[in-house]
C-alpha cells in the first residue's frame, strides 16, 4: 500500500471503534446555541462525524468533508444512530470545488495535517466558503503540545499561536481567541492535558 496521507487516515479509522470518540469536540458543543435550523455549516476534516452529527442534531443543514472512504463509513453509521440527515463528502479539502459563500458557518477542529506551506491555502478555501457575516470555529493546538503529547501531529510548525491565526484571519473580525491548557478526553486519539487555542472569526458584512 502507497504511503499517502489518504493511506494513512484510512488505516487509522479502519482500526475498532471511533478514533477520536463518538461525542462532539467540547469547543463545538460549547458554541451548541450557534448552530440551528435555517443554517448551513460546513464541517471540515469532519473524519467520523462527531461535530458534524452533533451540529445536524441542533437542526442545522450539514456537510461533512474528509477525505478517508473509512472515517466517511463510521460517520454515516453515526448519523444513522441519531437519525439525522447529513451531507457527507468524500473530498479533498485542499482541491476544495464547493460554492464559494454557501456556509453560514465553517468548523475546522483539529485540522493540524496541514503543513505551513500548506496552511495559506487550507486556510483561504474555508474562508471562501463563508457568507458574509458568516462564523469561522477553529480548535486546535499551540506548539506547547509538542510537550503534553496527547494528540496531534507530531511537527511543531504545524501547530497555531494567536499571533499566526490573527494574520491567517486579519480580513475577518475575531470575535474569540483564547489560549488555555485543557483536559481533552475525545477517543483515543486525543487524551489527557493539552494545549489548546480557540477562535471565532466572523466575515465582514
Known amino acids: 500500500m502507497n504511503d499517502t496521507p489518504q493511506n494513512f487516515w484510512d488505516q487509522r479509522y ?3 471503534g471511533y478514533l477520536f470518540g463518538r461525542e462532539p469536540n467540547a469547543f463545538v458543543k460549547s458554541q451548541a446555541h450557534l448552530f440551528g435550523p435555517g443554517q448551513d455549516v460546513l464541517s471540515v476534516a469532519d473524519g467520523e462525524g462527531r461535530n458534524g452529527v452533533f451540529v445536524a442534531r441542533q437542526g442545522a443543514r450539514v456537510t ?3 477525505f478517508s472512504a473509512a472515517a466517511l463509513e463510521k460517520a454515516r453509521s453515526l448519523a444513522g444512530e ?3 440527515d447529513v451531507n457527507f463528502k468524500q473530498q479533498d479539502i485542499f482541491d476544495w ?3 464559494a459563500g ?3 458557518i465553517v468548523l475546522a477542529i483539529f485540522i493540524q495535517f496541514a503543513p505551513p506551506e500548506k496552511r495559506t491555502v487550507l486556510f483561504n478555501n474555508i474562508k471562501r466558503q463563508v457568507k458574509p457575516g458568516g462564523l469561522v470555529l477553529i480548535q486546535g493546538y499551540r506548539p506547547e503540545q509538542i510537550s503534553y ?3 496531534g ?3 511543531v510548525e504545524n501547530m497555531y499561536t494567536s499571533d499566526l491565526l490573527r494574520s491567517a484571519f486579519s480580513d475577518f473580525e475575531i470575535q474569540h481567541l483564547e489560549e488555555h491548557d485543557s483536559i481533552v478526553e475525545e477517543g483515543s486519539g486525543h487524551s489527557g492535558m493539552s494545549a489548546l487555542i480557540d477562535m471565532i472569526a466572523q466575515r465582514p458584512q
Do not use: I, L, M
Request: net charge negative; aromatic share 10%.
Open 64 to 66: 461533512s468533508v474528509d
Open 102 to 104: 454557501a456556509y453560514d
Open 149 to 151: 503529547k496527547t494528540g
Open 82 to 84: 441519531f437519525n439525522v
Open 153 to 155: 501531529p507530531p511537527q
Open 14 to 16: 479502519q482500526a475498532e
Open 97 to 99: 470545488d464547493g460554492a
